[in-house]
Nanobody
Framework: QVQLQESGGGFVQAGGSLKLSCAASGPTSSRYSMGWFRQAPGHERQFVAA???????SYEDSVKGRFTISRDGAENTMYLQMNSLKPEDTAVYFC????????????????WGQGTQVTVSS
């Protein structure tokens, strides 16, 4: 069993930055691939970024060059550095853990956090 807790969300003006954290707990949490998803009102939860156990990262096209995913194995924590934020980035951001290789499909993830709200004003 893996427990995930996001933090770091908030309100920011367009062009600003935020850094989200996802703390993972559980005896095997370091063995999981991790991902970030987001869900805006009236929309499905969508892929943002993912990182493998070895640190290989992938991104959704709209965030490439602006967002950076990373993980600290010693701390069992994953991060999402978000720069040059846009109003369309406004959503609840969720972290997730996957027993297998990281994928873009939310259906493949086994554990989810509760989410943290990110609001970007224009």
């Amino acid at each position: 069993q893996v427990q995930l807790q996001e933090s770091g969300g908030g309100f920011v003006q367009a062009g600003g930055s935020l850094k989200l954290s996802c703390a993972a707990s559980g005896p095997t949490s370091s063995r999981y691939s991790m991902g970030w998803f987001r869900q805006a009102p009236g929309h499905e939860r969508q892929f943002v970024a993912a990182i493998s156990r070895s640190g290989s990262a992938s991104y959704e096209d709209s965030v490439k060059g602006r967002f950076t995913i990373s993980r600290d194995g010693a701390e069992n924590t994953m991060y999402l550095q978000m720069n040059s934020l846009k109003p369309e980035d406004t959503a609840v951001y969720f972290c997730a853990a996957d027993k297998g290789i990281p994928t873009r499909s939310r259906l493949n993830y086994d554990y989810w956090g509760q989410g943290t709200q990110v609001t970007v004003s224009s």
